[in-house]
């Protein structure tokens, strides 16, 4: 069992920067990849990032590539999104979630563990 914590979110203005954390407990952090995803009003919950059990490996959404940067640390049991050059259009709220699959997954049913969410709202 694994049980996900995300803080870091709030109110920014356009083009600036948010910085979320993921703080997990459990013993075998290392061995879940990790994955950030977000939710609009109306929409389906998105794919925005993963990153492979060690983190050397990372994909990204279309939308928030070259922008958002996932890393975690796996002594201090935490992932993390950067976000930089944020556009209204990244509000959202923000889950992360833990996935016990090797690899890259980027669909939400892959993952086993979830954040509450947190909110991130960029104003124009």
């Known amino acids: 069992q694994v049980q996900l914590v995300e803080s870091g979110g709030g109110l920014v203005q356009a083009g600036g920067s948010l910085r979320l954390s993921c703080a997990a407990s459990?013993?075998?952090?290392?061995?879940?990849?990790m994955g950030w995803f977000r939710r609009t009003p109306g929409k389906d919950r998105e794919f925005v990032a993963a990153s492979s059990w060690s983190g050397s490996s990372t994909t990204y959404a279309d939308s928030v590539k070259d922008r958002f940067t996932i890393s975690r640390d796996n002594v201090k049991n935490t992932a993390y999104l950067q976000m930089n050059s944020l556009k209204p259009e990244d509000t959202a709220v923000y889950y992360c979630a833990a996935s016990t699959l090797p690899g890259l997954p980027a669909v939400s049913g892959l993952y086993d563990y979830w954040g509450q969410g947190i909110q991130v709202t960029v104003s124009s």
């Open positions: 459990g013993r075998t952090f290392d061995r879940y990849a």
